[in-house]
């Protein structure tokens, strides 16, 4: 059995296992997408307010993402939903990331950089020719790891408009 360093995860008596198998699935119209909501939910009222784009969003995920030409990209440990990320196609090659979420109890462990690195190679893939995102200075540990993987600061004019007054932090990648 392998030994747990002081103060890790591991050794902790209330940490959750998480399977070395985490699943990232692509949702599809028809699938259950309650866990999207539910995961985005949270974390909105936990540090703000749901906005009438977050309603529309969230109320009917198929319609304002799936049948535009978006994706959303689910986070599984067996059957469980762990997180989540959405890319919402703007126009032609310009996808917005948005709603990324994590289960608050497992947190720091790497579920959304994992995520977010599926949905930056699924818009490689998909021929994007950039992404950006808004998000919010309270949000330091967010706004760091879109900073760790390439993102960038710049200045709200330059993006497409964004939706929600707590929107405070801008950024984009080119993906060229």
């Given amino acids: 059995m392998p030994t747990a360093r002081p103060g890790s995860p591991v050794d902790s008596p209330n940490a959750i296992s998480i399977p070395p198998e985490i699943e990232i699935r692509s949702l599809a119209p028809g699938d259950d997408i309650t ?17 009438a784009k977050d309603r529309e969003t ?13 994706y959303i990209f689910m986070a599984y440990a067996a059957a469980e939903a762990l997180g ?16 990324m979420a994590v289960s608050p109890r497992l947190r720091g ?3 959304g950089r994992r995520l977010l690195l599926h949905a930056i190679a699924q818009a ?3 021929g994007a020719k950039s992404l950006f995102l808004g998000s919010n200075t309270r949000l330091k540990n967010a706004v760091h790891l879109y900073e760790s993987v390439g993102f ?14 707590r929107a405070d932090v801008f950024m984009d990648m080119p993906l060229g």
């Fill in 35 to 51: 866990a999207f909501r539910t995961l985005n939910e949270k974390w909105i009222t936990k540090y703000f307010t749901l906005e």
């Fill in 58 to 70: 969230l109320n009917d995920s198929v319609h304002s993402i799936l049948l535009k030409g978006g």
């Fill in 84 to 99: 989540c990320v959405a890319l919402i196609r703007m126009r032609d090659g310009v996808y917005e990331l948005s709603k």
């Fill in 109 to 111: 462990r790497g579920i």
């Fill in 124 to 126: 490689k893939g998909l």
């Fill in 152 to 165: 960038r600061h710049v200045k709200p004019e330059s993006l497409p408009p964004m939706p929600y007054s």
